[in-house]
């Protein structure tokens, strides 16, 4: 199915042009060798006049329980790399259905989305109420990324059919989508995000008593809907909120315990459950509270932090 929507996902059998048409690598924005990932910047050209600037992010995929043992059957190739008494440490090349790479591409990608995956030095902040009111509001409302993406969700034009679960209600509903970060192959990296369907709640800062019926749905229809079809006990799951997030409409993480999912540290993640007992303690507790989080040395934000107050 392809729309013609310049926002929304295409498919393979539409003619569009390679999502990686013309590429050149311009930098390495970071890598790891632990997660096994790559974060490129590069130029796409898209048509001989168009040439966008792309952020491409490379990663290994886990290994699939259920096809592990292809990997190993029929004498594939093994190269020799070391041989010592009982220990031997070879090369294996598997085929290319058993060795896939996730490619994430953005494109164009916005000089924001290009330093979000730069490595850079982050410094922690302690937003008080005034210096959201002074400082983070203003910031948001002039420069946040576009969330046209979660519109496009919302209203069935991208994504529909990969929609878990969905509560219509336009006041306290909300749509539990696979987070693009999960290939949805394995459980073992299960990663789900629950967008609401209202719109102009930016954040937790923005939640108050008239939003407990919509969190609490989240929180309980989320892990149901994740035990239908994954046969995931909410037990087992993490489910949180960003503060700062990167999108300004209000969406929860679901997360496996066992997957250190980028993003779940004390310092970004605020637990759904813990979120709904402080606004019950207090109605005002995210309005008024100092929140605690990182920011990039790039980042705008910290530049204005900077300006404005002394850190
Ligand atoms: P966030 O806390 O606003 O920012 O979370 P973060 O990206 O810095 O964590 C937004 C979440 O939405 C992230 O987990 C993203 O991986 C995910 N996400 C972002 N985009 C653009 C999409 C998308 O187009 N589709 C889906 N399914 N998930 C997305």
Redesign the pocket.
């Known amino acids: 199915m392809r729309r013609d929507n310049g926002n929304v996902s295409t498919n393979a059998e539409a003619n569009v042009q390679h999502p990686l048409s013309g590429f050149e690598l311009k930098a390495v924005l970071r890598e790891s060798a632990r997660d096994k990932t790559i974060f490129l910047h590069g130029k796409v050209s898209s048509g001989s006049e168009n040439c966008n600037d792309a952020v491409i992010i490379l990663e290994k995929t886990p290994f699939q329980m259920d096809t592990v043992s292809s990997l190993l059957k029929n004498d594939p190739e093994l190269k020799l790399q070391l041989k010592n008494d009982i220990y031997g440490v070879y090369h294996l090349s598997p085929s290319p259905e058993l060795n896939e790479i996730k490619t994430t591409v953005?494109c164009p990608a916005s000089e924001k989305h290009i330093k979000?995956y730069l490595q850079q030095e982050v410094y922690v902040i302690h937003e008080t109420e005034d210096d959201y009111k002074a400082i983070t509001l203003p910031y948001i409302e002039s420069q946040s990324f576009s969330i046209q993406?979660v519109y496009n969700?919302l209203e069935k034009k991208?994504?529909a059919e990969?929609i878990v679960y969905e509560n219509p209600d336009p006041t306290n509903g909300f749509v539990l989508?696979?987070?693009?970060?999960w290939n949805q192959k394995q459980v073992e990296d299960l990663?789900l995000?629950a967008i609401c369907h209202q719109r102009g709640i930016r954040s937790l800062r923005d939640l108050t008593v008239d939003h407990l019926p919509l969190l609490k749905n989240i929180l309980e229809e989320g892990k149901e809907a994740i035990l239908k079809r994954y046969s995931i006990h909410g037990n087992k799951l993490r489910i949180y909120?960003?503060y700062q997030?990167?999108?300004y409409h209000l969406?929860v993480?679901f997360t496996v315990l066992g997957h250190d999912a980028?993003?779940s540290s004390v310092e970004r993640a605020h637990l759904l459950c813990d979120v709904i007992q402080n606004i019950e303690s207090n109605p005002q507790y995210y309005k008024t509270r100092t929140l605690t989080f990182a920011l990039r040395e790039d980042e705008a934000l910290l530049k204005k932090f900077k300006e404005l107050r002394d850190i």
């Open positions: 953005i979000k993406w969700i991208a994504e990969r989508i696979p987070d693009f970060k990663y995000i909120l960003h997030p990167s999108y969406h993480h980028p993003g």
